[in-house]
């Protein structure tokens, strides 16, 4: 095994390509306390852990202060008037954001901000040939790290680096890592190379700088031009690659629909939704319950239309338009109330927030929500019931809103138009579609206006 990783090492197609294996013993650290073991913390409630965080941000703006000189626990406690009770708290506090890069103990047991001592926390973004930079959390400008001070970190890394050329008016700080915080994501996609006692994973990610080297028990019989995921056990040490190990062949790298399953790997799109998300919605409706629609604003009589893409899925607004007598509209925006289905710090409500948005890819779309919502209730598709709130507001001829209001409705969509279409009306005056939707043109024509 050593002899292949040796033989690896110098003859992979990473320093055939002039990668460099730039691997220097870390830095010592006089002035800054080894860091613990990171230790994975678990919260009663989401208040719990809301709550925490906003400690730990005072404590993060106590020590931003240009007054504030580093300081042990006990004076932080009198400081901050802590009860003793609370020390186990303040310590945990503390751990994180030392383990966060926020803040560093000092030998003698005082807690600082990196800065003070030339020191800055980030993410490591690499480059393929092999140097990188620290992408700071607060918004500077990024640091560039040279390959003789990347020092075993890897593309995605959290490191704490030490400043080594402050910037100039021409060239931006220059520093090296000194410790890598925490690792990046365990999981790449890349295409497997074999060899015949090994093998390594060259990752789609080109900032990767290195490839992942593969026992050959650790393959699952993959061969050469294999897309596949791996996973990393061992990360990089000295001069060695990292090692692996693939956890699924997606398929051959010319096999139709292998580039977009990549895709999904290597950002860790989430395919399905958790048992008790699907069970949350088992609960939904299909059609809006007529229970649902009491207390709401009726706009079900008034025209309105979507407009989206030919290929969207879910349709979450609409629009209505009207000239007043008095020479003013009145424009109508309809937004599906959400909000009546997703009920905050539920499990969809986290799910959702966990995913973010609905990622659109070119044979399919991973939804935000169930389908049963995101394409059903929660879409704003035509000729049915739905749930909205709304904002009608009154225009006047230059575009200024006079007045408006913000309400609960029940809404029915005419028409699900789409911006191909509506051109054609207004500029290409598309006879056939013209006649089509002609009881939509008048408020085409007024939105043109």
């Known amino acids: 095994m050593k002899q292949s990783k040796k033989k690896y090492n110098?003859?992979?197609?990473?320093?055939?390509?002039?990668r460099k294996d730039n691997f220097r013993r870390k830095p010592d650290v006089m002035h800054v306390e080894p860091r613990p073991v990171k230790v994975e913390r678990t919260y009663a409630s989401e208040e719990e852990k809301k709550q925490m965080e906003q400690r730990k941000n005072v404590l993060v703006e106590f020590v931003k202060n240009p007054n504030y000189a580093p300081l042990k626990i006990k004076e932080l406690m009198m400081v901050l008037q802590v009860p003793p009770s609370d020390r186990k708290v303040l310590e945990e506090l503390l751990g994180e954001l030392i383990e966060e890069g926020k803040l560093i103990r000092t030998k003698r047991g005082k807690f600082a901000r990196p800065q003070t001592y030339n020191l800055l926390a980030g993410t490591?973004?690499?480059?393929?040939?092999?140097?990188?930079?620290?992408?700071?959390?607060?918004?500077?400008?990024?640091?560039?790290?040279?390959?003789?001070?990347?020092?075993?970190?890897?593309?995605?890394?959290?490191?704490?680096?030490?400043?080594?050329?402050?910037?100039?008016?021409?060239?931006?700080?220059?520093?090296?890592?000194?410790?890598i915080l925490e690792r990046g994501p365990e999981s790449l996609v890349g295409t497997y190379q074999e060899s015949e006692n090994f093998g390594f994973v060259v990752p789609d990610e080109q900032k990767y700088a290195r490839d992942i080297f593969i026992p050959k028990k650790f393959s699952k019989g993959a061969v050469t031009g294999h897309k596949v995921l791996v996973q990393v056990t061992d990360w990089a040490e000295e001069r060695r690659n990292p090692e692996g190990?693939?956890?699924?062949?997606?398929?051959h790298v010319n096999d139709p629909g292998?580039?977009?399953?990549?895709?999904?790997?290597?950002?860790?799109?989430?395919i399905e939704f958790p048992e008790e998300v699907m069970n949350e919605v088992e609960n939904v409706p299909n059609e809006v319950d007529d229970k649902d629609k009491v207390g709401r604003t009726?706009?079900?009589?008034?025209?309105?239309?979507?407009?989206?893409?030919?290929?969207?899925?879910?349709?979450?607004?609409?629009?209505?338009?009207?000239?007043?007598?008095?020479?003013?509209?009145?424009?109508?925006?309809?937004?599906?109330d959400v909000t009546h289905y997703v009920k905050e710090n539920h499990p969809l409500d986290r799910e959702a927030y966990e995913r973010g948005t609905s990622v659109y890819l070119v044979d399919r779309v991973i939804p935000m929500l169930p389908h049963k919502l995101s394409n059903g209730l929660c879409s704003l598709n035509a000729h049915v019931?739905?749930?909205a709130l709304t904002c009608m507001m009154d225009i006047d001829k230059n575009g200024h809103v006079q007045s408006h209001e913000i309400?609960?409705?029940?809404?029915?969509?005419?028409?699900?138009?789409?911006?191909?279409?509506?051109?054609?009306?207004?500029?290409d005056e598309d006879k056939a579609l013209i006649e089509r939707y002609k009881d939509f043109v008048p408020m085409f024509k007024t939105m043109e206006d």
């Open 245 to 251: 190990k693939v956890l699924s062949i997606l398929g």
């Open 258 to 270: 292998v580039d977009i399953l990549s895709i999904i790997y290597q950002y860790d799109l989430p």
């Open 124 to 179: 490591f973004q690499g480059h393929p040939k092999g140097f990188g930079f620290l992408i700071l959390d607060e918004d500077e400008k990024d640091v560039f790290i040279p390959a003789s001070g990347v020092n075993g970190a890897l593309h995605k890394d959290r490191v704490l680096c030490r400043i080594t050329r402050p910037a100039t008016a021409e060239k931006r700080a220059e520093a090296e890592v000194i410790e």
């Open 407 to 427: 309400m609960e409705t029940v809404i029915k969509i005419d028409e699900r138009m789409t911006y191909t279409n509506v051109k054609k009306i207004l500029v």
């Open 10 to 18: 110098k003859n992979s197609k990473a320093n055939k390509n002039g």
């Open 385 to 387: 019931d739905r749930l």
């Open 298 to 336: 009726d706009f079900r009589h008034i025209p309105m239309v979507t407009i989206d893409g030919e290929d969207a899925k879910d349709l979450d607004d609409a629009i209505s338009l009207e000239k007043l007598d008095n020479g003013m509209y009145r424009l109508g925006v309809h937004i599906a």
